[in-house]
């Protein structure tokens, strides 16, 4: 039996991770654990805790980061499965087989820059991503697709009707899933249009952990929950429901700003509103260079398959345009799915298991 870690550094790398666990425990000879550094707040480890019994994995804690550390080495894991590169050199041993999932395919530099020799296997979610990578002269590459949507192509026909209901939606209404990041974010600014939103359609929003769990995030999940609460049609996911995936099924047009799911979205050819009405923090209002070395500037400006919006206000009228006549990017949508995904056919994670038992041999 193979011995597998999948060190999730943060929770919403979680739904990265399932697919492959899956897949190796359909496979066999693999005993599959998580585990999770250690910070000052229970409540990340508490909710991956539970997703893990439920798909029959040990979770690995400690009471402290060392002594969790520790633990790891002990187990002397075959396999170790990171998001980013975190604390790798502290938890890998020197015969292990080392594999990076990146935890996000959005519009930030960090992508190109969270790298470090010590990964053995890089999972690339598109062609062109591929290519990128190697012209900086890695290796490492391993063609995949995104592993996150593999679970997008196993939904059933009855989950989106069972969690329509659940969300109690109104069927005569069309659903808007408003997806932020935690910074920038257009959360301030969309948040009054939302309200005017909620009166003609169904809002979901479902927001990055951060803006829950982080202190300098969390006033963002305290305005949405004030709409929540003074609007029967908007619904706010709680932060323990970290996978987006099933709401993308129930959604009519996604609004979001720098976040990945505009590109997770784009399997189900359905129409998308980028927000690039952003609240900067002081120092980026002040010294832009710096924001921008942040993001992917060429693919952000690449973005073609989406509305854009820069006046909040914008967004009522594109929403309605874009429900009325949703098939009016749709080809530029398919070119943006072959040119930022791979396959769309649920097998990323086969593919990324099948180099890994390569790489065992």
């Given at each position: 039996m193979k011995k597998v870690l999948f060190e999730t550094h943060h929770l919403y790398y979680w739904p990265n991770f399932v697919p492959i666990v899956e897949e190796l425990k359909n496979r066999g000879g693999y005993t599959v654990h998580a585990s999770m550094p250690r910070r000052s707040s229970d409540v990340q480890q508490t909710i991956l805790s539970q997703a893990c019994s439920e798909l029959d994995v040990v979770f690995v804690a400690a009471d402290s980061e060392p002594d969790r550390i520790e633990?790891?080495?002990?187990?002397?894991?075959?396999?170790?499965?990171?998001?980013?590169?975190?604390?790798?050199?502290?938890?890998?041993?020197?015969?292990?087989?080392?594999?990076?999932?990146?935890?996000?395919?959005?519009?930030?530099?960090?992508?190109?820059?969270?790298?470090?020799?010590?990964?053995?296997?890089?999972?690339?979610?598109?062609?062109e991503r591929l290519h990128e990578l190697k012209e900086q002269g890695h290796t490492n590459l391993v063609l995949t697709g995104f592993t996150k949507l593999d679970k997008l192509y196993t939904i059933s026909e009855n989950e989106p009707e069972q969690l329509k209901q659940k969300l109690n939606l109104n069927r005569n209404k069309k659903t808007i899933l408003y997806a932020p990041s935690f910074y920038p974010t257009s959360i301030e600014k969309l948040c009054p249009q939302l309200s005017v939103l909620s009166a003609n359609y169904n809002i979901v929003i479902k927001l990055h952990g951060f803006s829950w769990e982080q202190k300098r995030y969390r006033y963002q999940s305290g305005l949405c929950s004030e709409l929540a609460e003074k609007h029967d049609s908007i619904q706010l996911l709680p932060n323990e429901t970290f996978d987006i995936l099933p709401y993308y099924k129930i959604a009519d047009v996604l609004i979001s700003d720098i976040s990945s799911t505009m590109f997770e979205f784009l399997p189900l050819n359905r129409p998308i509103i980028q927000a690039e009405c952003f609240s900067l923090r002081l120092k980026h209002r002040i010294f832009r260079r710096r924001f921008w070395r942040k993001l992917d500037v060429e693919?952000?400006?690449?973005?073609?398959?989406?509305?854009?919006?820069?006046?909040?206000?914008?967004?009522?009228?594109?929403?309605?345009?874009?429900l009325e006549y949703p098939d009016e990017m749709e080809s530029l949508r398919q070119t943006a799915h072959n040119q930022y995904l791979y396959k769309p056919d649920g097998m990323a994670s086969a593919r990324l298991v099948d180099a890994i038992e390569e790489n065992l041999k």
């Open positions: 633990k790891i080495i002990r187990e002397a894991y075959d396999v170790v499965m990171v998001g980013n590169i975190g604390q790798l050199k502290q938890i890998v041993l020197p015969d292990a087989l080392t594999v990076m999932v990146y935890h996000g395919i959005g519009l930030k530099q960090s992508y190109y820059r969270d790298i470090d020799d010590r990964i053995n296997i890089r999972a690339v979610e598109s062609m693919r952000m400006q690449n973005v073609d398959f989406a509305y854009k919006i820069v006046d909040p206000a914008d967004v009522i009228g594109r929403v309605q345009f874009a």
